[in-house]
C-alpha cells in the first residue's frame, strides 16, 4: 500500500528531475541526523573502549578494550539496575498496555462522544515529565501529600505512610505516576484503531446472536493485534528512557532502589565523571532500543522493501 | 450497539467515566490549586479550601527567588520556538521527498528516521557533551536549540510524512503536467494546503522542546537554564515550600494546558497522521 | 515560466529579512555571558546552609561598600546544598568557565586540579587567627587550595521540653542513654530521632553520619594504605547503633535529602533530638518559623565504647583556576573572612566564626550558646575522611547504610558488602 501511494506517476522527463532534486530535500535533514544522532552513536562506542576523564575541556581517552563492558557484567549496582529496569518495564508495559486499551474501549462508546474526554486524556500526556514529578512528589509527601489524606479519611490506612520511603514501594510509586502519565498516548492509539474497525462487523455478529463479550473476544481482539504489539514496543522503549521522574522523586534512592540502566548511566558519567564507563551502559541501553525499533518498523510496515 | 442497553449498563459507563475524569484531570487540578493555596492551608489535615486560604503569594516569591524563573521562562521560550521552526524547516522537505518523491533506499532511511525517535537521550548526550565542552558551546541556547533537533526533527518528519502520503494525488499530478518543478510543486502546491498539519507538528515539537529536561540539565549552567531545570531546582530545595514548588511546576504547565485545549484538535489530528500512516 | 521561484523579489525580501532577524538573534544566542572586567561570580549554597553575606542576610552594608571600593560586581549563582557537587562536577569536567569562587564542602581533593592554590597568599595574621587543623581538609598534594569559613561540627541537638516530658532533665551521654532517651521519647505522635538519610552522598550524607558513630566506636575509614579498615567490629557497631535508633525515628528520614527536612522537624516540635550542624540555633530559635523557641539546647554527641565523636563540615571558599580575576577573588574571600562579617556570620546566621579571636568574642559567645559546645565537641576526633573518590565512596558506603535501614540487609552483610565496593573504588585510586 505504501508504494502506490508514494511515488508520482510520471513521464521520462519528469522522473529524472526527480531524482535529481529529491535528494536535495532531503540531505540537510539527514545531515542534521546524521551529525546529531549517528556521529555520536559512532562516538560512544568508541568511548566505551575507553578509560575516558574528560577534565577543562581535555579529553584523556587511554584506549582500555572491553575492560569497561567486563567491569559492566561483574558490577553488582549494574545487576541491580538491570533488574529494576526489567521490573519497571515489564509492569510498565502491561499497566499501560491494559489501561490504555481499557481506556480507548471507553471513549470509544458511544456515551462518551464528548470530545471533551480526548482533551482530559491529552492532559497527562502533555504537562512535562519534570512537573509532573515535582506534582506527584506533593501528593506522596508523608506528612501532608493529598494520598495519605485521602487514604486517612477514608479509613483505608490508619497512620500516614512514606510512600518513598522504602525501595521497592519507591518503585512502584514511581511506576504509578509513569503509568499515569504514559497511558494517554497509547489509549489514543487504541482508540484510533478501534474507530477503524468497521461497524458491520459487529452488526453481523449481533445479528448472529453473539454476546458484547464474545463480539469483543472474536472481532475487537483481532482487529487490535497489530495496534497492541505497536503500543508493546513503543511503551517498551519508552519505559527505558525514564529519568526525570526518577531525578526529580527520589534521586535513584531509598537504598538505589529506583536506580534503573538509564539513570545509573547518568550518574556514573556526570557525578562520577567516568565518561568510558557510563558510554558502555548507555551503548546497552541503546542497543535494547534500537532492537526494539526494528521491530517496530517491521511491525509497522510489514511488507516495506529492505532498501534496495 | 444501542437496542440493548441495560441501565445497568449505563450506570455503569457514567462510574466509569466518572474514575476516568477524575484519574486522568484529578491530579493536574491539585497542582493548580495548590499553586494558589497558602503554606497553612496546605498543611492543615485535611487541607483548608476555605477562601480565605486563596493567595497569589507562591507565585510572587516563585518568581523573586534565586532560581531566576524569569530568565528561564524567556530562555525556554526562545529555545522551543526556534529549535521548532527549525525542525519544520528542515523536516518538511525531508518528509515530502520520503512520501512522495523516488529515494533510493527509502525504507532504509524510514528506519533509520524512526529509530533516531527512539534513541535513549543519554547515548548521545555524553558525546554531543564532550563535543560541546570543547567547542565552548556549552551553557548556550544555541546549543539547546541544535540539539534538540535530535527528537524533534524525527517528530516533525513521521507526523508529517504520513500526511503528505494521505493527500490525494490529483493537485500535484496537475502541477507536473503543467511543468512545475518539484519544488515549486511543494512550495506552490502543497505546503499551503498542509498548514494544519504542520502546525500539528510544530505544536508537537514546540511542548517536547518546552518540557524537555535531560539535555537541559548536563549543558546548561546558569545562562540557558530552562523552566523544567527551574522546576526541579525548586523540588531540590527544602521541599515544605509546597505552594511554591507547585506554583513553579504550574508555570510550565499551566501555558501547555491551554495550548492543548485550544488546539485539541489540531493535535489529536497530528497524531493520527502520525500514528497510522505507517 | 518561472525557472527559479525563489528569486522573485518577494521571496528575496523575506529571505533577506529573516537573515537579518537571524544574524541579530544568533549572537546572542551563542554568547554564554556578558565580558565584565570586573564582574565575580560565587557558587554559593542556598541558606540556611552556609551562604555569604549578599546570598545570606547578613553585613550586607558592609559588602556593598566591598563591592563599591574594589569596583566589583558580584553575582550569586545559588542551589540547593544536595545540587552542588553535581552541578561543579560537570562545570569543571566541560571546562567552561562559570564562577570565579567556588563553595566546597569535602571535594577539594577531588577537584584540587582545577583550583587554584591561594591560601599562601592571605595575610598572615588571617592565616594565624585561623585554626591550624582547618587547613588540613582543603589541602592536598601540599597545595592549599581553599580556605574554611565556619567552624562546624555535627553536635547533639534536643528539644528539653520533651525531653522532661519523658523524664529526663539532662541530655543522653552515651548509646545507651541516648537510644533509652529516643525510646521514651516516641510517644503522643512525636518521635525521639529525626536525621535525612535520603542522600547516601557527601558530607551531611548518610554514609557521614555513620562515620560520626564509626569513630565514636573506634574505628576508621581507611588503613595506612588506603584500603578499607571498616569492615570491622566497630563498623558494624556503629551501624548497629544507627539501626537501633530507626524505631524511634521520623519514618520519613529515609526520605528525606537534605538536613533541612530533618531541621524542619525538630523546629516544628515533632521530634527530640537530632544531629546536627552548629547554625541550627539561629532557625529553633526564630519564632517566625520555629515552634521551639527557647527549648533547645545543644550537647556533645553521644560517647559510645570510644568516647565521643564527630566529623567535620569543611565548608570553604575555593578559587577557580579558569577565573580572569583571582586576586580580586582572594580579596573577596578576605572579606568573607573580616572580624566583623564574621561575627555577623555568627549572629545573625548561626555558622560560627572560623576566626579564634572572634570565636572568643563575647558577644558571639552570648548569642550562641551552644558555641561552646561545639569547642569542646572539636576536642574529641572528627575526621570525614575526604578524598578524591569522597563522591563515589560515600554513594557506595551511603546506599548500603541505607540498605540495613530500610531493613534490607543485616548490619553486618551491608558492611562487609560496602567493604567490597569501597575497595574497588580505592583500587582505581591507584
Redesign the interface.
Known amino acids: 500500500m505504501?508504494e502506490a501511494?508514494?511515488?508520482?506517476?510520471?513521464g521520462t522527463g519528469?522522473?529524472t528531475?526527480?531524482?535529481r532534486?529529491?535528494?536535495?530535500?532531503?540531505a540537510?535533514?539527514?545531515i542534521?541526523?546524521a551529525l546529531?544522532?549517528a556521529?555520536?552513536?559512532l562516538?560512544?562506542i568508541w568511548?566505551s573502549l575507553t578509560d575516558a576523564s574528560?577534565?577543562?575541556?581535555?579529553?584523556d581517552t587511554p584506549f582500555s578494550g572491553l575492560d569497561n563492558y567486563r567491569q559492566l557484567i561483574g558490577d553488582?549496582s549494574v545487576s541491580a539496575a538491570l533488574l529494576n529496569t526489567l521490573y519497571f518495564t515489564v509492569v510498565e508495559v502491561i499497566g499501560v498496555v491494559v489501561l490504555g486499551l481499557l481506556?480507548a474501549l471507553?471513549?470509544n462508546?458511544?456515551?462518551?462522544s464528548w470530545?471533551g474526554?480526548?482533551?482530559?486524556?491529552?492532559?497527562?500526556w502533555?504537562?512535562?515529565?519534570?512537573?509532573n514529578?515535582?506534582?506527584?512528589?506533593?501528593?506522596y509527601?508523608?506528612?501532608?501529600g493529598?494520598l495519605n489524606?485521602l487514604l486517612?479519611?477514608l479509613g483505608l490506612i490508619d497512620q500516614?505512610v512514606?510512600w518513598?520511603?522504602?525501595?521497592f514501594r519507591a518503585l512502584n510509586m514511581v511506576l504509578l505516576v509513569d503509568i499515569?502519565k504514559s497511558t494517554?498516548f497509547i489509549a489514543?492509539?487504541f482508540l484510533?484503531a478501534l474507530q477503524?474497525i468497521p461497524k458491520t462487523l459487529?452488526r453481523a455478529a449481533?445479528v448472529d446472536g453473539a454476546s458484547t463479550f464474545e463480539a469483543f473476544r472474536f472481532i475487537t481482539l483481532p482487529s487490535l493485534n497489530t495496534a497492541i504489539a505497536i503500543a508493546v514496543i513503543l511503551q517498551t522503549?519508552w519505559s527505558?528512557?525514564v529519568?526525570?521522574l526518577i531525578?526529580?522523586l527520589t534521586?535513584g534512592?531509598?537504598?538505589?532502589g529506583t536506580v534503573v540502566m538509564?539513570f545509573l548511566?547518568?550518574?556514573v558519567?556526570?557525578?562520577?565523571?567516568k565518561?568510558g564507563y557510563?558510554?558502555a551502559?548507555?551503548?546497552v541501553?541503546?542497543l535494547a532500543?534500537?532492537l526494539?525499533?526494528?521491530i517496530?518498523?517491521r511491525l509497522?510496515?510489514p511488507g516495506?522493501?529492505?532498501?534496495? | 450497539?444501542?437496542?440493548s442497553q441495560s441501565i445497568l449498563g449505563?450506570a455503569g459507563?457514567?462510574l466509569?467515566?466518572v474514575v476516568?475524569?477524575f484519574?486522568?484531570?484529578g491530579?493536574?487540578v491539585?497542582?493548580l490549586l495548590?499553586s494558589v493555596l497558602q503554606q497553612q492551608a496546605?498543611?492543615s489535615?485535611?487541607?483548608d479550601l476555605s477562601p480565605s486560604s486563596f493567595t497569589l503569594a507562591n507565585y510572587l516569591e516563585v518568581f523573586s527567588s534565586a532560581a531566576q524563573l524569569g530568565r528561564a521562562i524567556i530562555n525556554s521560550l526562545i529555545v522551543a520556538t526556534f529549535t521548532t521552526a527549525l525542525a519544520i524547516i528542515?523536516?518538511a522537505?525531508?518528509a515530502?521527498?520520503?512520501?512522495?518523491?523516488?529515494?533510493?533506499?527509502?525504507?532504509?532511511?524510514?528506519?533509520?528516521?524512526?529509530?533516531?525517535q527512539?534513541?535513549?537521550?543519554?547515548?548521545?548526550?555524553?558525546?554531543?557533551f564532550?563535543?560541546a565542552?570543547?567547542l565552548?558551546l556549552i551553557d548556550t541556547k544555541l546549543l539547546l536549540i541544535?540539539?534538540y533537533?535530535?527528537f524533534n526533527?524525527?517528530i516533525v518528519?513521521w507526523v508529517l510524512r504520513g500526511f503528505f502520503?494521505?493527500l490525494p494525488?490529483g493537485l500535484?499530478?496537475a502541477a507536473?503536467v503543467d511543468g512545475a518543478?518539484?519544488?515549486q510543486t511543494?512550495l506552490r502546491i502543497v505546503l499551503p494546503i498542509s498548514l494544519p498539519s504542520l502546525f500539528a507538528a510544530a505544536i508537537f515539537a514546540f511542548?517536547e522542546a518546552?518540557?524537555e529536561?535531560?539535555f537541559a540539565?548536563?549543558m546548561t549552567r546558569q545562562t540557558a537554564q530552562t523552566?523544567?531545570l527551574a522546576?526541579?531546582a525548586?523540588?531540590g530545595q527544602y521541599?515544605t515550600m509546597?505552594g511554591q514548588?507547585?506554583a513553579?511546576?504550574?508555570i510550565?504547565?499551566a501555558p501547555?494546558?491551554l495550548?492543548?485545549?485550544l488546539l485539541?484538535?489540531t493535535?489529536?489530528r497530528g497524531?493520527?497522521d502520525g500514528?497510522?500512516k505507517? | 515560466m518561472n525557472r527559479l521561484p525563489f528569486l522573485d523579489r518577494r521571496s528575496l525580501i523575506k529571505t533577506a529579512a529573516s537573515g537579518a532577524a537571524a544574524a541579530l538573534v544568533l549572537p546572542s544566542l551563542s554568547r554564554p555571558s556578558w565580558a565584565d572586567e570586573t564582574a565575580l561570580s560565587v557558587f554559593s549554597p542556598l541558606p540556611p546552609d552556609p551562604a555569604p553575606p549578599g546570598a545570606a542576610k547578613f553585613s550586607e552594608e558592609a559588602f556593598a561598600a566591598w563591592q563599591k571600593a574594589n569596583s566589583a560586581k558580584v553575582t550569586y549563582d545559588m542551589v540547593a546544598w544536595?545540587q552542588l557537587?553535581?552541578k561543579m562536577?560537570?562545570a569543571?569536567?566541560?571546562?567552561?568557565h562559570v564562577w570565579d569562587v567556588v563553595y566546597m564542602s569535602g571535594w577539594v581533593p577531588e577537584l584540587a586540579?582545577?583550583l587554584v592554590p591561594f591560601a599562601k597568599n592571605l595575610p598572615k595574621e588571617l592565616i594565624d587567627d585561623l585554626p591550624k587543623s582547618s587547613f588540613s581538609t582543603v589541602t592536598w598534594d601540599g597545595q592549599s587550595s581553599g580556605v574554611v569559613f565556619t567552624l562546624s561540627l555535627l553536635t547533639l541537638f534536643y528539644n528539653t521540653e520533651l525531653l522532661q516530658k519523658a523524664g529526663f532533665t539532662a541530655p543522653p551521654k552515651t548509646w545507651d542513654e541516648l537510644k533509652n532517651v529516643a525510646k521514651e521519647c516516641t510517644r503522643d505522635g512525636n518521635y525521639g530521632w529525626v536525621l535525612n538519610?535520603?542522600?547516601?552522598a557527601g558530607i551531611g550524607g548518610t554514609a557521614s553520619y555513620w562515620m560520626c558513630f564509626l569513630q565514636q566506636a573506634g574505628g576508621k575509614l581507611y588503613n595506612e594504605d588506603g584500603s578499607p579498615a571498616f569492615n570491622s567490629d566497630a563498623g558494624i557497631l556503629a551501624l548497629q547503633m544507627m539501626m537501633d535508633l530507626m524505631p524511634y525515628s521520623d519514618?520519613?528520614s529515609?526520605?528525606y535529602?537534605g538536613i533541612n527536612d530533618a531541621t524542619n522537624v525538630m523546629t516544628a516540635g515533632k521530634a527530640a533530638m537530632m544531629m546536627n550542624w552548629p547554625f541550627m540555633w539561629k532557625p529553633a530559635n526564630d519564632p517566625a518559623s520555629s515552634k521551639i523557641v527557647g527549648k533547645l539546647a545543644g550537647a556533645l554527641l553521644p560517647a559510645g565504647p570510644a568516647g565521643s565523636a564527630s566529623i567535620d563540615g569543611t565548608d570553604a571558599w575555593t578559587i577557580t583556576?579558569?577565573s580572569k580575576n583571582p586576586e580580586l577573588a582572594t580579596k573577596l574571600i578576605e572579606f568573607y573572612l573580616d572580624k566583623d562579617v564574621q561575627k555577623r556570620q555568627a549572629i545573625d546566621t548561626g555558622w560560627l566564626p572560623i576566626r579564634l579571636s572572634v570565636l572568643s568574642d563575647p558577644d558571639v559567645q552570648k548569642a550562641l550558646p551552644n558555641a561552646a559546645v561545639v569547642l569542646e565537641q572539636a576536642n574529641h576526633p572528627y575526621d570525614s575522611y575526604v578524598t578524591p573518590d569522597y563522591?563515589?565512596v560515600t554513594?557506595a558506603l551511603g546506599?548500603?547504610i541505607?540498605?540495613a535501614?530500610?531493613g534490607?540487609s543485616s548490619a553486618k552483610d551491608a558492611i562487609a558488602?560496602a567493604a567490597n565496593?569501597v575497595a574497588a573504588i580505592v583500587k582505581k585510586r591507584g
Do not use: C
Request: hydrophobic content about 55%; overall charge positive.
Open positions: 505504501a501511494t508514494r511515488a508520482l506517476p510520471l519528469h522522473r528531475r526527480h531524482a532534486v529529491a535528494p536535495l530535500f532531503l540537510p535533514a539527514l542534521v541526523l546529531l544522532l556521529y555520536p552513536v562516538y560512544s568511548l574528560l577534565s577543562a575541556g581535555q579529553l553488582k481506556t471507553l471513549l462508546h458511544p456515551m462518551a470530545s474526554f480526548r482533551v482530559f486524556l491529552l492532559l497527562p502533555a504537562i512535562a515529565p519534570v512537573a514529578a515535582v506534582l506527584w512528589k506533593w501528593i509527601h508523608s506528612n501532608y493529598i489524606s486517612l479519611q500516614n512514606t518513598l520511603g522504602d525501595p499515569w494517554p489514543i492509539l484510533a477503524n459487529y449481533r522503549i527505558l528512557r529519568f526525570d531525578f526529580v534521586k534512592g531509598p537504598a538505589d538509564n548511566a547518568y550518574r558519567t556526570f557525578n562520577f565523571l565518561f557510563g558510554a551502559l548507555a551503548n541501553i541503546f532500543s534500537l526494539l525499533s526494528i517496530y518498523v509497522m510496515n516495506a522493501p529492505r532498501g534496495r | 450497539m444501542a437496542a449505563r459507563i457514567v466509569a467515566l476516568f475524569v484519574a486522568a484531570t491530579p493536574i491539585w497542582l495548590s496546605l498543611t489535615i485535611p487541607p528542515l523536516g522537505p525531508a515530502y521527498a520520503l512520501a512522495r518523491l523516488e529515494i533510493k533506499h527509502a525504507g532504509t532511511i524510514l528506519l533509520m528516521v524512526l529509530a533516531a527512539m534513541f535513549p537521550a543519554i547515548v548521545i548526550a555524553i558525546p554531543l564532550i563535543t565542552s570543547k565552548g541544535l540539539v533537533l535530535s526533527l524525527p518528519i502520503m494521505g494525488l500535484e499530478r507536473r518543478s518539484p519544488l511543494f511542548i518546552w518540557n529536561f535531560f540539565l548536563i523552566v523544567p522546576i526541579s525548586f523540588a521541599q509546597f514548588m507547585m513553579a511546576a504550574a510550565s504547565v501547555i494546558i495550548l492543548t485545549i485539541r484538535n493535535i489529536l497524531f493520527a500514528m497510522l505507517g | 544536595p557537587h553535581d562536577a560537570t569543571f569536567a566541560s571546562g567552561e586540579k582545577f538519610y535520603g542522600d547516601p519514618p520519613g529515609i526520605s535529602v583556576k579558569t563522591n563515589e554513594v546506599t548500603e541505607n540498605k535501614l530500610a534490607k558488602e565496593l
